[in-house]
């Protein structure tokens, strides 16, 4: 897959710009504050839907402006296409497919993957279960857009039956046939996203391996499982994992009522990461920490690869500054073959590819005064690795 340019318009500070770029690797670079996440952002949200940065869409309008655009060119299998989007302070965003309006927002997930790395993401292992289960459900629904619609109906289903457990004694007797219907789908609708996501992480688990053995020579193994309310034989069958799921929600329903919250399902799975056999959340150091989140969003590529039988692009979003020389090298060293468009304050010089260089000054592309080049990067800065 490879993105050919990106029109922004009244999208944060760029007033009206069109950036193109190649099929190998793109440095967008310039001083901080100038724009160059925003064109990162105006790319991402065709691949999950909505801003990685922006808790409210209205965000990314340009102030004193009432409509903001975002359109991409790209390549699927060779084949062209676009998609544009249209926000706006008075209505829901409007997404569009070779001109054409898409009816819902789920309907232009997966036309065009990518994969997303930037300092916040470095922490997925020493961050809350929340952060690692929505890893898990940005990556999924890009490869199975059916994914999303199942989350969605999970969410307000869940949503319910907690609206219902909240309620007074008096209220909720009222409602008791409801929560078991509740507890009927969500076994149902737990039993399916459950079983997608552990069969992810076991493709996960051994690209992440993979990678890992690459990068510190073999001398340490990681391991990612899944970790479910059910047991592993539970996944035998959908129809023992449904019971399974529906077993857990009947028999606790008292408790639930204690807590005002339903307590076993998908909303409460997590990634278990291991180092060596120990929890990589209490034992490995911050550079192995660091280690683990490359390599499980190198490992995220490698799977839309497998599935989809090309490359999804490569988003680097001034990671490269955060790792230390070694993780900075893998990296550097394993873009071939891929589109790569990459945010950084300098112009970064690469050995063994063809860069297009893209100098952002004020949210417009413009030409560098400065001599190109190579910054800083093979100096060890270190990121406090034991």
């Known amino acids: ?27 967008i670079y310039g001083e901080n504050a100038q724009g160059k996440t925003n064109i990162l952002e105006g790319i991402y949200i065709f691949a999950r839907g909505k801003s990685f940065r922006a808790f409210k869409d209205k965000e990314i309008i340009q102030f004193g402006k009432s409509v903001a655009y975002s359109k991409i060119e790209y390549e699927k299998k060779k084949e062209k ?37 930037c300092p916040s993401h470095l922490g997925i292992v020493s961050d809350s279960a929340s952060v690692r289960r929505n890893f898990l459900d940005v990556a999924i629904s890009q490869l199975k857009p059916i994914y999303i619609k199942m989350m969605s109906r999970y969410n307000n289903v869940l949503a319910n039956r907690n609206a219902i457990l909240k309620m007074s004694d008096e209220e909720r007797e009222q409602y008791r046939s409801m929560i078991d219907i509740y507890s009927s789908e969500l076994a149902s609708l737990n039993a399916d996203i459950a079983d997608v996501r552990r069969e992810y992480v076991r493709k996960l688990d051994y690209w992440v391996r993979e990678i890992f053995s690459q990068m510190t020579n073999g001398k340490e193994v990681p391991k990612i499982t899944y970790e479910t309310g059910a047991d592993k034989e539970d996944f035998e069958s959908r129809e023992r994992l449904k019971n399974k799921y ?31 056999g120990r929890d990589a959340r209490f034992y490995a150091s911050q550079g192995q920490q660091r280690s683990l989140a490359l390599a499980m969003k190198m ?17 680097l ?16 060293s394993n873009i071939n073959n891929r589109q790569v468009i990459i945010t950084s304050c300098e112009p970064l010089v690469f050995e063994n590819a063809e860069t297009n260089y893209i100098y952002i000054k004020d949210g417009q592309v413009c030409e560098d005064i400065k001599e190109n080049t190579e910054p800083d990067v093979t100096e060890d800065e270190g990121d406090g690795e034991e």
């Open 1 to 27: 897959m490879i993105i050919k340019s990106c029109e922004l318009s009244s999208f944060r500070n760029a007033e009206s710009e069109r950036i193109e770029f190649s099929p190998t690797v793109n440095v």
């Open 81 to 117: 296409n676009t998609l544009g989007v249209e926000i706006s302070k008075s209505a829901p965003k409007k997404f569009y497919k070779n001109g054409v309006k898409a009816e819902r927002t789920a309907d232009i997930i997966g036309e065009f993957r990518a994969v997303l790395f």
């Open 246 to 276: 529906h077993t857990l929600l009947s028999e606790n329903y008292d408790r639930e009522v204690k807590y005002g919250a339903t307590l076993f399902g998908i909303h409460k799975d997590d990634l278990k990461i291991e180092i060596n």
């Open 299 to 315: 490992a995220e590529g490698e799977i839309s690869r497998e599935s989809c039988s090309e490359y999804p692009v490569f988003l």
């Open 317 to 332: 979003d001034d990671v490269l500054s955060e790792l230390d020389i070694n993780r900075r090298k893998y990296v550097l």
